[in-house]
């Protein structure tokens, strides 16, 4: 009996929470301490979260905002529509959402493009916030 193509889809679905261990399994990620002590050493924070959670809840002094729909093309260090931060594939990036799971995803399609260092803030915006670290209104 041949297998159909929707048969063979059925192979390859995984869940979300499935997705998010075999991404997240691939790089370590960090805390809010340790994500303001690297931007402190030069890491490049860089906030993903939409706009009316930005203008509700305030901003990382310092980090680069690029909504997620953006966010290859910005930090690509190859591609014509770069940020002026995005400098090299050795660049320390740290992808920070709203509570750490957009961000997980967005950081595997940076490794994709070959940011090696890309990782993500564990527990996201919100983690940073009840970390007592600063917040700009």
């Not at 869940?15 to 809010?32: M, Q």
């Not at 090299?88 to 260092?117: K, T």
Request: with cysteine; charged share 25%; glycine share 10%.
């Amino acid at each position: 009996m041949a297998v159909s193509d929707t048969d063979q889809g059925h192979q390859d679905r995984v869940g979300i929470d499935e997705l998010l261990d075999r991404v997240r399994a691939g790089y370590d990620r960090i805390g809010p301490e340790e994500a303001a002590a690297e931007a402190a050493e030069g890491a490049l924070l860089v906030d993903i979260r939409y706009a009316a959670l930005r203008e509700k809840d305030g901003l990382i002094p310092g980090a680069l905002v690029v909504e997620r729909n953006e966010l290859e093309w910005r930090l690509d260090p190859q591609g014509s529509h770069r940020a002026p931060q995005a400098v090299s594939h050795d660049l320390r990036v740290v992808v920070i959402c709203n509570e750490g799971y957009a961000s997980s995803l967005a950081v595997a399609s940076l490794r994709q493009l070959g940011l090696h260092r890309a990782t993500d803030l564990t527990g996201g915006f919100q983690a940073w916030r009840a970390a007592g670290l600063p917040v700009a209104h």
